[in-house]
């Protein structure tokens, strides 16, 4: 147990659909990062967040959006669906950002994913 | 740009040794990690290299080359639970960590 914790584990929705994935760092990380695994693909980066703000953007699609709130929980939103946005969706944190510079461990501690199936 | 290459299967047999390697090309490097992930599991981390050389840890070693933008993760004693995929990640340009597509390695008795 990683001391992440991602809800729900599994969500099937329907194409045009809108939904939000909900994440809780482990207690004491103030980083956030969310990635996206299809089937038989590497993990894509899609966004980070540190203490409430964004810190880094990867390849997240316009019609994904998150944040991060004061209590340090993050949420992912996926909005108008299409049938590719099935996958699994990890958040990870860690306790500082990575963009504070090299030469420290910034490990990043995953989640264990929530499963969306777009119909 | 920036790539990570990463075999994408292989096999071993229970008890031997197999080496993973990694080679990467990015725009800047704050160091390297390996993960394991188990399908339909979450990585769970098992090394970090930012200097050159060799870092054990039990069962498994990662050995880091920057000047050749090289890594490779040694498990010894295979057993059949490292069945799984071994994903090689680096701290890039803009500090984005960038995952490689990951090695399957699948430990035959």
């Known amino acids: 147990d990683s001391g992440v914790t991602q809800t729900p584990k599994h969500l099937i929705t329907a194409t045009g659909q809108r939904v939000t994935l909900r994440c809780s760092p482990r207690?004491?990380?103030?980083?956030v990062y969310w990635y996206q695994q299809s089937l038989d693909q590497g993990l894509q980066f899609l966004i980070q967040?540190?203490?409430?703000?964004?810190?880094a953007k990867g390849n997240i699609l316009e019609r994904f959006s998150a944040q991060q709130f004061p209590d340090l929980h993050s949420e992912l939103n996926l909005s108008s669906l299409e049938l590719g946005d099935s996958a699994l969706y990890f958040c990870?944190?860690?306790?500082?950002?990575?963009?504070?510079?090299?030469?420290?461990?910034?490990?990043?501690?995953f989640g264990p994913g929530t499963r969306l199936l777009v119909l | 740009g920036q790539n990570i290459d990463q075999p994408t299967e292989m096999t071993a047999t229970e008890g031997a040794i197999v080496q993973i390697n990694c080679t990467y090309q990015?725009?800047?490097?704050?160091?390297l990690f390996w993960y394991q992930q188990h399908a339909g599991e979450a990585p769970t981390f098992l090394s970090y290299?930012?200097?050159?050389g060799l870092e054990e840890k039990g069962r498994f070693s990662s050995f880091l080359s920057r000047s050749k933008g090289y890594s490779y993760l040694l498990l010894k004693e295979l057993q059949m639970k490292d069945s799984a995929s071994y994903l090689c990640?680096?701290?890039?340009?803009?500090?984005?960590?960038?995952f490689g597509a990951g090695t399957r390695l699948a430990v035959h008795p």
């Open positions: 990870a944190s860690s306790q500082r950002s990575l963009a504070g510079g090299g030469g420290f461990q910034e490990t990043q501690y």
């Open positions: 967040y540190y203490n409430g703000e964004e810190r």
């Open positions: 207690s004491g990380d103030l980083s």
């Open positions: 290299n930012v200097l050159d």
């Open positions: 990015t725009s800047g490097f704050n160091g």
């Open positions: 990640a680096v701290i890039g340009g803009y500090n984005k960590l960038i």
